[in-house]
């Protein structure tokens, strides 16, 4: 299990743009790169939804319908992290932002990768606030 640490979150205004970073703790000693790492976002009153994965392996990424063509999500193994730009954003894109990883948790297929299940590691979250 690795500790993950989430950054980045923010008060923005509809049309804005922000970057969150996942990234593990140098205390784990483990390295990012091997995991496959997801980003979930959950809004007040709601259940926790995924909203994109990236796999160690290929660098498959994956994407929910509702953020495709406006969020990328990228990874820097030298930093040892993994980022989730976010574009055009919208009030509804309020929420607390997770990042999980996992083993194998990534593959191209939604149905698949869209469930938290898949990871056993999570961060404790960031907060993004989208202002209309």
């Known amino acids: 299990q690795v500790t993950l640490v989430e950054s980045g979150g923010g008060l923005v205004q509809a049309g804005d743009s922000l970057k969150l970073s996942c990234k593990a703790s140098?205390?784990?000693?483990?390295?990012?790169?091997?995991?496959?790492v997801a980003w979930f976002r959950q809004a007040p009153g709601d259940e926790r939804d995924w909203v994109s994965c990236i796999a160690s392996s290929d660098g498959t990424t994956n994407y929910a319908d509702s953020v495709h063509d406006r969020f990328i999500i990228s990874r820097d193994n030298v930093k040892n992290t993994v980022s989730l730009q976010m574009n055009s954003l919208k009030p509804e894109d309020t929420a607390v932002y997770y990042c999980a990883a996992d083993f194998g948790a990534c593959s191209g297929s939604t149905d698949y990768d869209s469930s938290a299940s898949l990871y056993e590691s999570w961060g404790p979250g960031t907060q993004v606030t989208v202002s209309s």
């Open positions: 140098a205390v784990s000693g483990l390295s990012l790169s091997s995991y496959d």
